[in-house]
């Protein structure tokens, strides 16, 4: 049986980068003449129930008003094969799904869409849509689309007595011994790291922002490093679990 244990959120903003100027969502309609030569968008994002919920809860609709499909394909993150293809000057994927760093990397670095000037509508309720969205998540470079969550995950049947209760028995490899599955990312990881360390969870970043914090979370993750099963696309993780590769995992 898996059990998950929430520890925190992050937002996860949604950001464009393509050969003409447009934005997705509920919000590409109102910019869609933009885009009338193309027939096919090409839609990066993370796969698995994520693809799902935005082919149902955006896709559709989209195709439906606008006759343009969407061919969704999957990354794991970052801004490498992003850069690559701006770089040749060969940009097939048209919307990106990254997180946040990456947004303000790749906006600084220009290689994403200017849409400072791009009007958004106001909700069905009339809200505008700087009230609508939560503060953040507007950029010169793309919109917010949905906040997210870091779980712990952990199969009870691993576990004859206690069961993982907090952030800090991940790294307790002497009640809950066994290898760990964690993200090949910073993000998250050392959040949890301090965390673990005893910081309160609503000063982890100004933690995280000094070089000493820095340090003390790699300090922790030393602690269990030896028994890190590092994972990259969303779907290992529940993988490594089912195949009881790992006794607990981050998702």
């Known amino acids: 049986m898996r059990k998950t244990l929430s520890w925190g959120y992050d937002m996860r903003m ?9 934005t997705f969502s509920t919000l590409c309609i109102c910019v869609v003449d933009l885009v009338t030569a193309q027939e096919t968008l090409t839609v990066v994002g993370w796969g698995g129930a994520a693809a799902k919920a935005q082919s149902e809860g955006y896709h559709k609709t989209f195709t439906e008003e606008t006759g343009i499909q969407i061919k969704f394909e999957d990354y794991n993150g970052g801004l490498a ?9 060969a940009v097939h994927w048209d919307v990106v799904d990254v997180e946040s760093a990456s947004l303000h990397v790749g906006c600084d670095e220009g290689i994403f869409e200017d849409l400072s000037d791009l009007e958004l509508p106001p909700a069905p309720d009339g809200t505008s849509a700087t ?3 939560f503060e953040g998540m507007i950029t010169d470079c793309g919109i917010g689309a949905f906040v997210w969550a870091t779980v712990l995950v952990y199969n009870s049947d691993r576990f004859e007595r206690d069961e993982p209760s907090k952030i800090e028995d991940l790294f307790d490899l002497d009640k809950f011994p066994g290898r760990r599955g964690l993200r090949r990312y910073p993000i ?4 949890l790291a301090l965390v673990s360390d005893g910081v309160p969870i609503h000063q982890v970043y100004e933690v995280l922002s000094t070089e000493e914090g820095l340090q003390r979370a790699f300090r922790k993750l030393d ?4 028994h890190v099963v590092w994972w990259e696309a969303g779907a290992q993780a529940p993988q490594l679990l ?3 590769e790992v006794v607990m995992t981050t998702a």
């Open 131 to 133: 009230e609508d969205f």
């Open 223 to 226: 602690t269990i490093k030896d």
């Open 188 to 191: 998250g990881n050392l959040e």
């Open 14 to 22: 949604k950001r464009f980068r393509t050969a003409v100027t447009f």
């Open 81 to 89: 094969q992003i850069r690559a293809q701006v770089d040749a000057g």
């Open 242 to 244: 089912a195949d009881g």
